[in-house]
């Protein structure tokens, strides 16, 4: 992570007494030495002057993760009463968060040292401090050295051991340690990209034909034409930007006034630990990744009560403030990717964003499938949406969607520091033997839009470029500002915001094992293109998640939240042909409902028809829906619709997956006659008649059992076409068993067989 080093120096610090004679060395709960530090792969180089001052941030610890973890199942879960009753950052504080005891505890320790506490607070569960490093040194009883980088040109600083403190109780994280990695927007230029693939710039082929910008270029206003078309525009909404650098505002507007469009949102730079708020290029810094933020917010979300980007030095700072300004932003957008030392260090706080009713979009990276040394964390936590990337064509300028296929540098995989799969990726229908995904280990991304070399883009003081940028940068804040939009008109029903997404398009997506119906209206459901390992397919895969937003899913999110009613589940069925099968459906009542529930079906397969058990039913338990199929009904799997209409009107839908095969091919078998008398020394014949009643069968074979002694059975011929006859010669010597016996005669083919029996004589 990226540290800014102080410009004062303190003097240090020769002697420091205990904080307290009660307490003992803690440890921090999540790690701080770099890999590369404890294989010995970065060689040391020396140590940091003792008076080199550096700006941490001390992060406190949950005080009931387990109770949040309840929390958050029963927030998100509708049939909970507790759903979407969303926390403020106050009411998280005092239930989940540190106490204030523990807090001014970290803070006296802190300045017992001798660091300075500049910033933070007990609700961002930070206390941010500047301090020499021998302060550091003391106070964390670590010695910190600096490093050669192992794959890059540069040297390091960081601890060389696991920091302790004299605190009664373990912190949680410290940020700051190190500098090893140096956090990356998530944005390409394709020269750069034409460069790194060996390849002409010129064959970079851009799809941009059809954008309202110069040179036929997207601009952020064609990125919600194509994926949203309404009237809303983000009013009353705050969307926040996740940055690592300030920027210059007047690279903005020159964007705008380029493109003939012009803006009122207020825009706020906000500095969350003393980092500076200004980006100039005279000065050695880039603001692209920072522009473009912002226009692919304001583009889908013009009329935002305010657009907020928070630049910090590390990660805790600006999240930290992002999870307690007044009012929250909503949605918030990060483009940004960096390697911590500890995959966890922030799961706290995007748990914490869920509580709040906050979503976190973070570009799932453009060097396609997600490896240890080049995956852009924090995209693989599982409490954020990451967003993948496409290739988007539109009707016209400002027209609407018309195709899209997989962006062949869309980042995605799975977690490579192996964190869980969340609850809602392990829901039936969502990980496929097709999209070759973990049923172990989270998945991303989540979602998608278009991040192709497409756009126009103004930054650092200089000419504005079309054509030229691309990268799942643009998509992660176009998707924020989406569900600005969507909290919008949550709003203006009275209804709460829809929270952290993840665990309502996931459900909503998939129903009994399969995609649900609503999917194909919800998303636009990206099934060619292919990146790195893996390739886009039907529903849900690792290139584009479940795809970008279609017609329906903005209808989809902004239903209204009932106070009370009931949920539908029904099983699968899975039947053959001439057959019946049962579907077991389940209602669950919530907020009190007590109507009784019909149900109905719809989108049978042609052949197919249904019986109902108990109709009305409910409004709390179980009943059948037995599906018959005929002996001609279409096969395959279809997900029915099942819809449940309350006494009171309330309605409810669910699907069945139903699963017709075909019944296995069958036939008879006859003979005439059916009695044969035959003297020793001769012999007889009876015809043997095959009839095929299902399916077909290109061959039965002929065999016969029961003969005795001295008695020989042939056919001819030996096996019949299907439907035919064959002779049976029986043979009959002079010596033969005499007396009356059954001979069974049977046909085997198609999978079956079947007999007939002859009775022979033999006299």
Known sequence: MIQKL???????????????????????????????????????????????????????????????????????????????????????????????????????????????????????????????????????????????????????????????????????????????????????????????????????????????????????????????????????????????????????????????????????????????????????????????????????????????????????????????????????????????????????????????????????????????????????????????????????????????????????GISPNHLAIPAWQQLAGVITSSNKGSTTYRNGPDVSANANFTFYVCADQTTCTANEYGGTSFAAPMWAAYVALVNQQLASNSQPAIGFINPTIYAQNVSGGALSAAYATNFHDITSGTSGSYSAVTGYDLVTGWGSPNTGLFAALTGAVPTSGFTLSATAVSIVQGTSGASTVTSTPFGGYAKTITLSVSGLPSGVTVQYGTNPFGPSGNTTITFVASATAATGTTNVSVTGTGADGTVEATTVSLTVTAAPSSFTIGASPTSLSVARGSSGTTKITTTVTQGSISSISLSASGQKSGTTISFSPSSIAGSGSSTMKVTVNRNATRGTFSIVVKGTGGGNSQTVTVTLTVH
């Open 6 to 412: 102080g410009k004062f120096m303190f003097p240090v610090i020769a002697v420091l007494a205990m904080v307290a004679t009660n307490c003992q060395a803690q440890s921090v709960r999540t790690l701080h030495v770099r890999d590369a530090v404890r294989s010995g792969q970065a060689s040391a180089t020396g140590r940091l002057p003792s008076n080199q001052v550096l700006q941490l941030d001390l992060v406190l610890q949950l005080s009931d993760q387990a109770g949040l973890e309840s929390f958050l199942k029963d927030l998100y879960d509708p049939t909970s009463p507790s759903y979407r009753h969303f926390l403020t950052p106050q009411e998280f504080t005092a239930r989940f968060g540190p106490s204030q005891s523990d807090y001014d505890a970290v803070v006296r320790f802190a300045e017992t040292y001798g660091f300075q506490v500049v910033g933070g607070s007990r609700d961002s569960m930070e206390v941010q401090v500047k301090g020499s490093v021998a302060n550091i040194e003391a106070a964390f009883h670590v010695n910190m050295r600096t490093y050669q980088r192992p794959t890059e040109n540069r040297t390091f600083y960081g601890p060389d051991s696991e920091p302790t403190l004299d605190l009664p109780f373990n912190l949680w994280h410290i940020s700051g340690l190190d500098n090893y990695s140096l956090p990356h927007a998530m944005f390409e230029n394709k020269e750069v990209y034409a460069q790194l693939h060996g390849i002409d710039a010129s064959k970079v082929v851009s799809r941009a034909t059809t954008g309202s910008g110069p040179s036929a270029s997207f601009l952020g206003s064609d990125m919600r034409a194509a994926y949203y078309g309404g009237a809303l525009t983000g009013a009353g909404q705050k969307v926040g930007l996740f940055e690592y650098y300030g920027t210059d505002l007047a690279d903005l507007t020159t964007y705008f006034t380029n493109v003939h469009q012009t803006s009122s949102v207020p825009v706020t730079v906000k500095s969350t630990d003393g980092t500076s708020t200004s980006c100039l290029e005279s000065g050695g810094c880039d603001d692209t990744e920072q522009t473009l933020d912002m226009t692919q917010a304001l583009g889908m979300a013009p009329d935002l009560s305010s657009l907020v980007m928070y630049v910090g030095s590390t990660d805790t700072a600006i999240i930290g403030a992002m999870t307690t300004d007044n009012p929250l932003p909503g949605t918030i957008g990060c483009s940004w990717g960096w390697t911590p030392v500890d995959p966890t260090s922030l799961e706290p706080y995007f748990k914490k964003m869920a509580a709040q009713g906050q979503n976190f979009f973070v570009a799932s990276g453009d060097s396609s499938t997600w490896k240890a040394s080049t995956y852009p964390w924090p995209a693989e936590d599982p409490y954020v949406v990451t967003v993948g990337g496409t290739d988007l064509v539109t009707a016209s300028a400002g027209g609407a969607w018309s195709s899209e296929t997989a962006w062949v540098d869309s980042g995605g």
